[in-house]
């Protein structure tokens, strides 16, 4: 997702949810669906090719989602900022 959107490799940080507590919020406020979905079925039954790849998939829908601004809402990165602030105090 990082390459789709031009950004640098992020730092991946592990913490357990149970040691938070927030609130209304969702632990993952960026996941507006949940959802795993694969295309090997359609292309061993239908012989079907995906028309991108998965990197440059991502960067489409980045483009065509962030990129002209269309987003449904800004990204809220509060959640996040409390994670890293509170593993930053227990580290």
């Not at 406020?29 to 012989?47: C, E, N, T, V, Y």
């Not at 028309?51 to 987003?71: C, H």
Request: aromatic share 14%; with cysteine.
């Amino acid at each position: 997702c990082a390459a789709a959107a031009g950004a640098p490799e992020p730092e991946l940080v592990h913490f357990d949810a149970a040691d938070f507590d927030f609130g209304g919020k969702k632990a993952f406020p960026m996941r507006d669906q949940h959802f795993f979905a694969s295309i090997d079925k359609a292309m061993a039954d239908l012989d079907w090719k995906p028309e991108y790849d998965l990197l440059d998939g991502l960067k489409d829908s980045y483009d065509k989602d962030f990129g002209r601004g269309t987003f449904r809402k800004a990204a809220d990165f509060s959640v996040d900022d409390m994670i890293l602030e509170k593993l930053k105090v227990m580290a």
